[in-house]
């Protein structure tokens, strides 16, 4: 037998071997490379489970995650209350602080605010206190409550809005906040943040809407349509009633779609109501008012923007539809040289139906590249009339007026600065195309700038003046303007179909005294002044007076000292300068006149003793300047 080989044939594993002797040192290895750490995370893991840590990146660019758990959760704590509370206002430049005192079951909360910084932005004391209450979530409790007002206060971070949530999120807890205001009337306070929103709010009746400035801001790049005639609209207050909205910002200018017109307010047949401290960056409107009354819109400004390149709304601060017994108060308007009409008040509906709008001022305004007319009260059929318009400035008017004011009657415009206007600084007519026939009718301009008018250099003796008094006006004087600049045609023109109008002499340093038709004598006088009822002291300024036929106008300043601030009203008689007998206390003698503190005056025939009366609430018992024009027929 033959045997065939096919493997080799292993023993079993023997003893390891004793250990040999140390080998040489080998050569230095190289140096190795700095290693930098790039980046580090973190994430929470669940409760109970191991820490970790993981590398990456490169041996030379290192990154770590850790993990961390979470820790086991405690046991209920006993239930605890605020049971009182206090507060004291601290240093601009301390720390907000909170202290709590008492058992861990009843507390008492002391709040320690910083007073606010001076300045537009300032936080007032309770809004840093509204802050704290939100987040104690105690707002319900009324010792907490009492220490920032009677009513609640609704933070909405409370109710989950927050600057990193997104638009339909802070659109419905915004909203809920508001509605929950609404069933309990509160101030709903929005803290420092943008707060992305995508549809209107609704505010409801007698609720507050705050926040801290403009550091509270309700940005919409998106906003849905309330479809024609009432267009996109960041809050709207239609048919409310007491409300209030303060101290925010309201920003669309991010908008690019547009099915409709754009306003930040909307207000439709409202009253009672303020808004205050608003800055708008806005494509269209800041604040439209249709159909509404008795309200106020105290330093409200707004710059108008747009990214198709036009104004989305007529009006900045907008009235119309016979909104009636406001006040404007020094509103700032930036209209980045689209805004059609910042400041404007129509005597329509927005079916073009006569509504006139009536009992209102405009104090302080400032008003900046805009595209047509820089302030525009315009009557049309509705026929606006008793307003004055004290103290505007406007400056930059591209392609027509900087004020006009159209078929409106018994109003009186003071001190007004105009500047660098495309057309007249100052136009008074009526606006024919749309209805109207009045033109200006009973009313003063006194002490009016206008500068660098006819920018667009008109030949016209109408269209190019610097001030007109256009066709189909009645008792329009204008007294002590200024007119500089050399791009008019005439300082001032007078219309040859007017009645009764007259100005008393300015300066002008460039240009021609336009046409001064029925400008007949007159001169001026010192009357007596009596009062009549709480005066304690009345004298007469400066005071002219101008005659066309048997038609005399009167026009100047009174200066009343009050007896009481009140609002029961302070008259004083003035005497005529030609004697007149008068038998009706409405139609023989009428004019309209206005104090500095923007309130209105009524002038009237006293024919008892055959002089006029003039009529107004006292807004202090200080000095009130009366700035008045009436009209009547002598003898």
Not at 99 to 122: C, D, W, Y
Not at 160 to 174: D, L, Y
Not at 380 to 390: C, E, L
Request: charged content about 10%.
């Amino acid at each position: 037998m033959a045997w065939v080989l096919t493997d080799s044939i292993r023993g079993a594993k023997g003893d390891k071997g004793d250990t040999g002797a140390t080998g040489a040192s080998g050569a230095p290895g190289r140096d190795g490379y700095d290693a930098l750490i790039l980046g580090v995370s973190t994430t929470t893991l669940p409760p109970s489970s191991s820490a970790t840590v993981t590398a990456g990146g490169t041996p030379t660019s290192r990154t770590f995650a850790f993990g961390i758990p979470k820790g086991e959760t405690g046991a209920q704590g006993p239930a605890g209350t605020i049971a009182s509370a206090s507060a004291e206002t601290v240093p601009a430049d301390e720390s907000a602080a909170v202290i709590m005192s008492g058992t861990s079951e009843v507390k008492h909360a002391h709040f320690q605010v910083p007073r606010g910084l001076p300045g537009q932005n300032a936080v007032p004391a309770d809004e840093a206190i509204g802050t704290y209450l939100g987040a104690q979530g105690s707002v319900t409790n009324a010792a907490v409550s009492a220490v920032v007002a009677d009513a609640p206060v609704y933070n909405v971070r409370v109710f989950g809005a927050s600057p990193s949530k997104t638009a339909a999120e802070n659109q419905g807890a915004i909203q809920t906040a508001l509605n929950a205001a609404g069933l309990n009337p509160g101030t709903v306070y929005v803290p420092p943040g943008v707060y992305l929103h995508n549809d209107a709010f609704v505010i409801p009746s007698g609720v507050h809407l705050r926040g801290a400035g403009r550091r509270s801001v309700l940005k919409a790049d998106v906003l849905a349509s309330g479809g024609t005639g009432i267009g996109h609209r960041q809050i709207d207050a239609t048919g409310k009633t007491g409300f209030r909205i303060s101290d925010l910002m309201l920003d669309a200018s991010g908008m690019t779609v547009f099915t409709t017109g754009m306003r930040a307010i909307h207000c439709v047949d409202s009253t009672q109501y303020a808004i205050e401290r608003v800055h708008a960056k806005t494509p269209g409107a800041a604040v439209a008012s249709i159909g509404c009354s008795f309200y106020v819109i105290d330093r409200v400004s707004a710059e108008v923007s747009s990214t198709t390149g036009a104004a989305l709304h007529d009006g900045v601060i907008d009235q119309w539809g016979g909104s009636h017994d406001f006040q404007i108060i020094n509103p700032v308007i930036h209209g980045g040289g689209i805004s059609k009409y910042p400041i404007l008040v129509t005597g329509e509906t927005t079916a073009n139906v006569a509504a006139a709008c009536y009992n209102f001022t405009i104090t302080g305004a400032q008003v900046y590249a805009a595209k047509l007319v820089g302030i525009w009260v315009n009557g049309r059929k509705g026929v606006n009339h008793t307003f004055t318009i004290t103290a505007p400035l406007v400056d930059g008017v591209s392609d027509y007026f900087g004020i006009a004011i159209s078929d409106s009657a018994d109003w009186s415009l003071v001190s007004p600065v105009v500047k660098n206007t495309g057309s007249n600084g100052i136009r008074v007519y009526s606006e024919t195309s749309s209805g109207g026939t009045v033109g200006g009718r009973n009313a003063t301009i006194t002490g009016p700038l206008v500068e660098n008018a006819n920018l667009l250099a008109s030949a016209s003796s109408t269209e190019g003046a610097a001030i007109l008094v256009a066709a189909g006006c009645t008792g329009v004087v204008v007294s002590g303007a200024r007119v500089k600049g050399t791009a008019h045609t005439y300082a001032a023109t007078w219309s040859t179909t007017i009645t009764a109008c007259a100005h008393v002499a300015g300066s002008y340093d460039a240009g021609t005294l336009g046409k001064t038709l029925n400008d007949p004598a007159g001169g001026s006088f010192t009357p007596t002044v009596t009062g009549v009822a709480n005066v304690a002291s009345a004298t007469a300024g400066a005071i002219t007076w101008r005659r066309s036929g048997d038609l005399i106008t009167v026009s100047g300043r009174v200066t009343v000292t009050p007896t009481a601030a009140a609002s029961a009203a302070t008259r004083v008689g003035v005497t005529l300068p030609v004697a007149s007998d008068l038998a009706s206390a409405s139609t023989d003698l009428f004019g309209v006149g206005g104090t500095q503190f923007g309130v209105v005056a009524a002038i009237s025939a006293d024919i008892a003793n055959d002089r006029a009366e003039i009529q107004f609430p006292a807004a202090s018992t200080g000095a009130n300047v009366v700035y008045f024009t009436f009209s009547y027929r002598a003898l």
